[in-house]
């Protein structure tokens, strides 16, 4: 069922439950005071019936003619009947009538009046004292009149719902269609979204309600989507590239070391060379394994210090061959040694600092990379700092994404990969990053400890 049809059926159901509940009660409503109505008007005439019959001996004759001649209308002989002590019936011709017991004139005297239906008929008695003796009026009507009242009250009630409830179905069908509109129109334009461009948007309601927000949504929904597609499309292409330099270095060695015989020497810097290519195969496969589980690894608890990473960094950088001594130098500017200490992933941390630093000393061609630790706004801070090549603007906003390199990286070997990592990572234990570069002069990658 659509949720046209599925509104349209609620509201109606609605409606009609209401009306139904409300012309019961109004019909009840009407039954009652109606019938209580028919009863008060049979009480009068008890009462005139029990003055006309029962005073007559102690009324002028004039008077008595007078009230004949006025009541005659609501005093008929066969409606009425004045019973005895002995419940006979002394005066009016309602003689036997079935529906009235000796149970219902001991009820009229115990309690002073009575009132019943039977038979499609009202019954009111009183009880009248006189000096003659102590009697009973009974009167009687036609519940004709009644029930007509009642079965057209009810005919108008069903005709008034019938109506009522094809004009809600019929308003409803309307309203739904103006306040689904925006929804069959976002359905359009998502069945016209192209399959070769899937992060195209649809266009905005600007009307901030449900349907906007639902455009956003799917709009940030499409644009991961769109982004996640780029990434597969570009991934087998950026591995292909960088597995292809090392394996074809690797290649290359191995043929030209295998015509002739070598010295020792030559096959030691030739092992040297396939190894340090191997391991940088090896770098990318577990930088891109680690980033594919990055976002199911949950926050470590464990306590370790920052400056002991950075120095393990240091250590790890500063012993690769043919690297100067004093390429690396370190700062340390904390006087609350307390912020050294931090929760976190220390094997994570470690691997997010050294790509930083790598790639600082990758681009500072062969100028000092400073690595300073220091206080700010009462957090840790880490600052890595290079005389490099820096990067352009224009590259700067895309620099953490997977695979992407600056223009002026040259023949500098790497995957895009590192940097992108790095970020991730320090995002994951809420350290945040910024990166502030000028082109030809250097780069400073800041990292402030916020807490775990």
């Known amino acids: 069922m659509t949720l046209r049809n599925r509104f349209t059926l609620i509201s109606s159901l609605s409606f009609g439950i209401v009306s139904v509940i409300t012309f019961v009660v109004i019909f009840i409503a009407y039954y009652d005071s109606t019938k209580l109505s028919y009863f008060d008007r049979l009480k009068n005439t008890a009462l005139i019936s029990a003055i006309y019959y029962l005073e007559k001996d102690e009324l002028p004759r004039t008077r008595h003619l007078q009230i004949k001649k006025e009541y005659n209308h609501l005093i008929r002989n066969s409606q009425v009947a004045v019973y005895n002590p002995n419940n006979a019936v002394t005066f009016g011709m309602n003689l ?7 149970e219902d004139l001991r009820r009229a005297r ?19 004292p006189d000096n003659q003796g102590n009697f009973v009026v009974f009167v009687k009507s036609s519940g004709d009149s009644f029930s007509s009242q009642v079965i057209r009250l009810l005919i108008i009630m069903l005709s008034v719902l019938a109506v009522g409830l094809l004009a809600i179905y019929l ?37 901030h309600d449900e349907i906007d927000e639902l455009i956003k949504s799917y709009n940030r929904l499409l644009g991961r989507i769109g982004e996640n597609m780029l990434l597969q499309q570009n ?12 394996l074809a270095a690797i290649s290359g060695s191995l043929e030209v070391f295998a015509r002739k015989e070598r010295s020792p020497q030559e096959y030691k810097e030739v092992a040297e060379e396939v190894l340090e290519n191997v391991y940088e195969i090896e770098s990318i496969l577990n930088n891109l394994l680690l980033m594919s589980g990055l976002s199911k690894i949950e926050k470590p608890r464990q306590l370790f210090r920052i400056d002991e990473v950075v120095w393990k960094v240091h250590e790890k950088l500063q012993n690769h061959r043919n690297r100067n001594p004093s390429m690396i130098s370190v700062k340390l500017e904390v006087s609350n040694f307390s912020l050294l200490e931090y929760h976190g992933n220390e094997t994570l ?10 790639n600082a000393l990758k681009y500072s061609e062969n100028r000092p990379v400073l690595i300073r630790i220091y206080e700010k706004d009462k957090h840790l801070a880490v600052d890595v700092e290079d005389s490099g090549i820096g990067i ?35 995002r994951h234990h809420g350290i945040e990053m910024g990166i502030a570069s000028e082109l030809g002069k250097g780069t400073t990658v800041s990292m402030v400890f916020h807490g775990d």
């Open 96 to 102: 036997d009538d079935p529906n009235i017991r000796p």
């Open 110 to 128: 115990t309690n002073g009046k009575v009132q019943f239906m039977a038979d499609n008929q009202f019954y009111y008695g009183i009880y009248y």
């Open 171 to 207: 308003l409803s069908r309307y309203l739904s269609r103006i306040v689904y509109k925006p929804v069959s129109e976002v359905i359009r334009r998502i069945n016209n979204v192209s399959e070769t461009d899937i992060s195209q948007a649809i266009t905005s309601t600007n009307t």
């Open 235 to 246: 991934f087998i292409n950026y591995v292909s590239h960088e597995f292809k330099t090392p």
């Open 349 to 358: 941390l470690y691997l997010a600092l050294y790509n930083i630093v790598e």
């Open 392 to 426: 352009a603007p224009e590259d700067l906003l895309k620099i953490t994404e997977t695979f992407y390199r600056g223009k002026n990286v040259g023949a500098v070997k790497g995957s895009g990969i590192g940097l992108s990592l790095s970020e991730s990572i320090l």
